[in-house]
């Protein structure tokens, strides 16, 4: 009985733990794949939705240019969502810059553009998500 010359079995075992092992690096090739696709995807939707988000606030400051403000200020609220894709965000206007610019909890920060815009713009601040009170000073 020649048992330690005896290597037949040897190749069936070593091909199951190759399969094994190249099956579990394809695998998680594709799920790594997948997430940074769909992570990709999820920011892609968020980016818009904070644009539409600075543009309708670029819109609301832009329609308070229409409004005579020789007697103080114009105060406008706005309808807009509490979150954007699940996470909060902010909206901030750079007067350096002339932008209104929103920014996800997340760091997705998007800028929208406000040209001719004429006087000043005080937002008291950053607004967090859907609290966003602003006015224009009259000058």
Do not use: C, H
């Not at 394809?26 to 696709?37: A, D, G, L, N, R």
């Not at 105060?75 to 979150?83: C, F, H, M, V, Y």
């Not at 997340?106 to 040209?115: A, H, I, L, P, R």
């Amino acid at each position: 009985m020649r048992l330690m010359g005896d290597d037949s079995a040897v190749s069936t075992t070593f091909s199951y733990v190759l399969m094994f092992a190249i099956t579990t690096i394809i695998f998680t090739s594709v799920m790594w794949i997948y997430s940074e696709s769909a992570e990709q995807a999820r920011e892609r939707a968020m980016r818009k939705e904070l644009i539409a988000i600075g543009e309708e606030v670029a819109g609301a400051v832009a329609d308070s240019q229409f409004v005579d403000t020789s007697n103080g200020t114009v105060e406008k609220r706005l309808d807009l969502p509490s979150t954007v894709g699940g996470e909060g965000y902010t909206v901030r206007f750079d007067e350096g810059s002339g932008q209104v610019v929103v920014t996800s909890s997340t760091g997705v920060e998007v800028q929208v553009t406000m040209n001719g815009l004429e006087g000043s713009v005080d937002f008291r601040g950053p607004i967090y998500s859907s609290s966003f009170e602003g006015s224009r000073q009259g000058g």
